[in-house]
């Protein structure tokens, strides 16, 4: 075994590259031609030699050479790498990170919030300061029980929010998921709380799928004695099937009525930050019917840049309300007929009754579907085909609405 005395003596021969006098365990001191001295322990890596540096000598004493060695010796006895406990270690400490809840949820937020769009921004903020710093924002990321976080979405349960408690666990898995990832927790809690929660029903917006009842809604808006303006909004809206914002934003430079083609551009879609910037536009092919009804329009609102202006500027579109209150008018309230259910309505019958391939379907409703690969469908795909689709369900809407009995016709389609 070493002394303090040999460690002090100890040198390299000139002709040697390095020189080891070893002291017990696997601990040695290495001592190179220029004088300079290094601890290292020798131990075993899966049946290969591996060593881990102990500090220099003499700023590290025989003692506390000893002293390291032991403590590397405990850390393989438990099953892991010493050499790389030791880089997770100083990873840690270089990055200087907090572990406060707080800190590292806000650490979250900034990095993934610019990939999401603003109305998921305002939400997942909110779950953040409204439901889960006010009660864990203190304290230690890594200490957080599965116990604790479970009370703290409770108090959402508590009000009646049954999906809002259930976005609030999910807005807590992503924080807790990034603490683990930057090695401020040593388990995400939020995974053992799934199924902890009392189960809520997603609330559709409501949609009249019986064709007959359908037939009677699509007589009561041609028959709507409002303006010329809600009045087409209101035809095209089962006809076209896309959702409310994007019809209501309906602009004429969009529409090419030769060519009975609406493109959408991507930033008007319900799409993530990066598909709203560098996405496709959705391109939605017009029937017939749509075509006169919009050329029907063009003299009134023409002039301006949207298909739907609304009354008071017409550098805005119809509100949303505009169409709600129109329904209502008509006598179909909003736990009737939506204008989002239109979506609905027509999913449903475009493949239970004229039996369309819902791939067409998904696409024409600007939904990413994906293959039995995982890929996901281009939005703007199957554009001829669908064409052909929605001239047949334009079509079927007519013959509905002048009394055809076409409630049980199923037509075969590609």
């Not at 365990?25 to 031609?33: A, R």
């Not at 800190?103 to 998921?120: F, Q």
């Not at 807790?176 to 401020?184: D, E, F, H, K, L």
């Not at 019917?289 to 500027?313: K, S, Y």
């Given at each position: 075994?070493?002394?303090?005395?040999?460690?002090?003596?100890?040198?390299?021969?000139?002709?040697?590259?390095?020189?080891?006098?070893?002291?017990?365990?696997?601990?040695?001191?290495?001592?190179?031609?220029?004088?300079?001295?290094?601890?290292?322990?020798?131990?075993?890596?899966?049946?290969?030699?591996?060593?881990?540096?102990?500090?220099?000598?003499?700023?590290?004493?025989?003692?506390?050479?000893?002293?390291?060695?032991?403590?590397?010796?405990?850390?393989?006895?438990?099953?892991?790498?010493?050499?790389?406990?030791?880089?997770?270690?100083?990873?840690?400490?270089?990055?200087?990170?907090?572990?406060?809840?707080?800190?590292?949820?806000?650490?979250?937020?900034?990095?993934?919030?610019?990939?999401?769009?603003?109305?998921?921004?305002?939400?997942?903020?909110?779950?953040?300061?409204?439901?889960?710093?006010?009660?864990?924002?203190?304290?230690?990321?890594?200490?957080?029980?599965?116990?604790?976080?479970?009370?703290?979405?409770?108090?959402?349960?508590?009000?009646?929010?049954?999906?809002?408690?259930?976005?609030?666990?999910?807005?807590?898995?992503?924080?807790?998921?990034?603490?683990?990832?930057?090695?401020?927790?040593?388990?995400?809690?939020?995974?053992?709380?799934?199924?902890?929660?009392?189960?809520?029903?997603?609330?559709h917006f409501a949609a009249i799928i019986d064709p007959?009842?359908?037939?009677?809604?699509?007589?009561?808006?041609?028959?709507?004695?409002?303006?010329?303006?809600?009045?087409?909004?209101?035809?095209?809206?089962?006809?076209?099937?896309?959702?409310?914002?994007?019809?209501?934003?309906?602009?004429?430079?969009?529409?090419?009525?030769?060519?009975?083609?609406?493109?959408?551009?991507?930033?008007?879609?319900?799409?993530?930050?990066?598909?709203?910037?560098?996405?496709?536009?959705?391109?939605?092919?017009?029937?017939?019917?749509?075509?006169?009804?919009?050329?029907?329009?063009?003299?009134?609102?023409?002039?301006?840049?949207?298909?739907?202006?609304?009354?008071?500027?017409?550098?805005?579109?119809?509100?949303?309300?505009?169409?709600?209150?129109?329904?209502?008018?008509?006598?179909?309230?909003?736990?009737?007929?939506?204008?989002?259910?239109?979506?609905?309505?027509?999913?449903?019958?475009?493949?239970?009754?004229?039996?369309?391939?819902?791939?067409?379907?998904?696409?024409?409703?600007?939904?990413?579907?994906?293959?039995?690969?995982?890929?996901?469908?281009?939005?703007?795909?199957?554009?001829?085909?669908?064409?052909?689709?929605?001239?047949?369900?334009?079509?079927?809407?007519?013959?509905?609405?002048?009394?055809?009995?076409?409630?049980?016709?199923?037509?075969?389609?590609?």
């Amino acid at each position: 075994m070493l002394t303090d005395t040999a460690c002090k003596k100890a040198t390299c021969p000139p002709d040697k590259k390095r020189e080891r006098i070893a002291d017990s365990g696997g601990l040695y001191l290495e001592i190179s031609p220029n004088g300079s001295k290094r601890w290292f322990w020798k131990y075993r890596k899966q049946g290969k030699e591996g060593r881990m540096a102990l500090g220099s000598y003499p700023d590290v004493g025989l003692a506390a050479a000893r002293t390291a060695r032991d403590t590397a010796k405990n850390i393989k006895a438990g099953g892991f790498d010493p050499v790389q406990e030791r880089k997770v270690g100083q990873l840690r400490a270089s990055a200087n990170l907090g572990e406060g809840f707080e800190l590292v949820a806000r650490e979250w937020y900034d990095k993934r919030a610019p990939g999401w769009s603003s109305h998921h921004q305002v939400r997942e903020l909110r779950n953040l300061e409204k439901d889960l710093i006010p009660w864990l924002g203190a304290r230690k990321v890594g200490d957080i029980e599965a116990v604790e976080l479970l009370a703290t979405v409770r108090r959402v349960e508590a009000r009646g929010a049954l999906d809002v408690a259930h976005r609030v666990l999910s807005t807590a898995r992503g924080v807790m998921a990034y603490a683990v990832a930057t090695g401020r927790a040593s388990r995400n809690v939020a995974l053992d709380l799934a199924g902890a929660l009392t189960p809520h029903r997603t609330k559709h917006f409501a949609a009249i799928i019986d064709p007959a009842k359908l037939a009677e809604l699509l007589r009561a808006i041609r028959s709507y004695q409002g303006g010329p303006v809600v009045r087409t909004a209101l035809a095209l809206a089962p006809m076209l099937l896309q959702r409310p914002n994007e019809l209501r934003g309906m602009a004429w430079a969009e529409l090419d009525l030769d060519a009975g083609l609406w493109s959408i551009a991507a930033a008007r879609m319900k799409r993530s930050v990066e598909g709203k910037a560098n996405g496709a536009p959705h391109l939605v092919p017009l029937p017939r019917q749509a075509i006169e009804l919009l050329r029907d329009l063009h003299p009134l609102t023409g002039h301006t840049t949207l298909v739907f202006p609304g009354e008071r500027a017409s550098t805005r579109p119809i509100s949303d309300n505009t169409l709600r209150a129109a329904l209502q008018t008509l006598g179909y309230a909003s736990d009737v007929q939506t204008v989002h259910g239109f979506r609905a309505t027509g999913r449903t019958i475009l493949a239970e009754r004229l039996e369309f391939d819902p791939a067409l379907i998904e696409a024409q409703l600007a939904h990413a579907v994906k293959d039995t690969n995982g890929r996901a469908y281009n939005r703007t795909s199957f554009v001829e085909q669908r064409r052909a689709m929605m001239q047949t369900w334009a079509d079927y809407l007519d013959k509905l609405r002048m009394g055809a009995d076409v409630i049980e016709l199923h037509s075969k389609a590609a």
